[in-house]
């Protein structure tokens, strides 16, 4: 119980401090209403964002500073305060950090840096350029001892569908940095939770704040959710929006480049009798596997070898699969598993071969079943938005 109290309460200081700083910085400002009572309190958006200049060197110090928020607020404040930077490095990076949010072509013409390459991976990863994997492999070697090396090449195989490889170039990193947002984020990916003293560092920490928010909301229980949903409503970003869409059990905007979204919205026209966009769910599937899941429920009565085949697929994606046996409910069998969460109970199943494949598949004519895996989301979350806007597959 005491346990339960102090994430609760970390969550609810997690959730002012991010109201507070959201203000601070500019972003979120209530105006009192007037005396006339049809006026309500509006939100208005300032086009600036306060950034400590001197810290950042990376996207991921952008994420950290201000998560979630556009680009084009990032790059005028970097641009407003480049004048106080007087180290020519410093500022050259900052320079292609601008080039980069501006989608313009990164200066690599100076001397080269870990900063300045690694802007060049991504720009390579965010235009499709086919020498993406061959550079990455080089940035690797040319910076084996520099950190941001492992960060970046981890977005590049996350965006492939590389999941295993990503998860390692994690491990690294955070091997090496001690950093408690990695961490964070390697442990929900593998166990569907996180210790929370891990969280509770996080949150001392005083970055990432919106990514923690939605990190506890997806791996918490819903009257936690409940908690941080209103404050993840005021933030209109992809991954914020997806959450808040979740948690509603309906999407208002759906934001075409999220694929939890597409899985969201894809699942939602299910249980309305619908058919889904097969198509669109296949291509998504490359960098979501949840949408396996989707198209598994779809073709379980229509098509079972084309079912099996879905669940194949899924289980080379993600590796071990867990399950645990519940009763059918008014939802599609495994819809569950998109528009929930359970957590992994004692006497869990696996699915580790093609018979056990088989066997499961045909239990879900009169069961539905809680599914276990790692899911990539987690990983995927500490890119941000930038990161499926600028790496979808499909068109939008």
């Avoid at 203000?23 to 049809?38: A, D, N, S, T, Y």
């Avoid at 994690?170 to 390697?186: A, G, H, I, M, R």
């Avoid at 998504?284 to 598994?296: G, S, T």
Wanted: hydrophobic share 40%.
């Amino acid at each position: 119980m005491q346990e339960y109290d102090e994430r609760i309460l970390n969550l609810l200081r997690l959730k002012d401090e991010l109201e507070k700083d959201l203000k601070k910085k500019g972003l979120l400002r209530e105006r009192r209403p007037e005396e006339r009572k049809h006026l309500q309190p509006r939100i208005e958006i300032e086009l600036e964002i306060d950034l400590p200049i001197e810290e950042i060197w990376s996207i991921h110090d952008l994420n950290h500073f201000a998560y979630g928020v556009p680009d084009e607020i990032i790059q005028k404040s970097l641009q407003k305060k480049l004048h106080l930077v007087k180290d020519e490095t410093h500022r050259n990076v900052l320079l292609n950090l601008i080039r980069f949010l501006r989608r313009e072509k990164i200066d690599s013409s100076r001397i080269g840096s870990i900063y300045v390459e690694s802007l060049k991976i991504l720009s390579e990863l965010y235009t499709f350029n086919e020498s993406v994997i061959k550079d990455t492999i080089q940035l690797l070697k040319n910076y084996p001892g520099q950190t941001l090396a492992y960060l970046t090449a981890a977005e590049v195989f996350l965006a492939f569908g590389r999941f295993n490889e990503a998860c390692k170039l994690f491990q690294v990193y955070s091997e090496l940095t001690n950093d408690p947002y990695t961490l964070l984020l390697l442990e929900a990916y593998r166990d569907g939770r996180f210790n929370p003293s891990t969280f509770a560092n996080c949150v001392s920490k005083d970055g990432y704040k919106s990514m923690l928010l939605i990190v506890s909301a997806l791996v918490e229980s819903e009257d936690k959710l409940a908690k941080v949903a209103p404050a993840l409503e005021k933030r209109g970003f992809a991954c914020a929006q997806y959450v808040f869409a979740k948690y509603r059990g309906t999407i208002g905007k759906i934001y075409p480049y999220c694929p939890r979204m597409i899985v969201l919205n894809e699942s939602l026209r299910l249980i309305q009798g619908e058919t889904v966009n097969e198509p669109l769910l296949e291509e998504v599937a490359v960098k979501d596997p949840l949408a396996r899941l989707v198209l598994v429920s779809f073709n379980l009565n229509r098509n079972f070898v084309r079912a099996f085949e879905h669940m194949k697929c899924f289980m080379t994606n993600v590796g071990e699969v867990l399950y645990t046996e519940t009763e059918l409910s008014d939802k599609p069998p495994l819809i569950r598993n998109v528009l929930g969460s359970h957590r992994i109970s004692k006497n869990f199943r696996i699915i580790s071969n093609e018979e056990d494949l088989e066997r499961f598949l045909k239990m879900l004519s009169n069961q539905d079943a809680w599914i276990f895996f790692k899911d990539p989301e987690y990983l995927r979350l500490y890119f941000g938005e930038r990161h499926c806007k600028n790496t979808c597959l499909w068109e939008v």
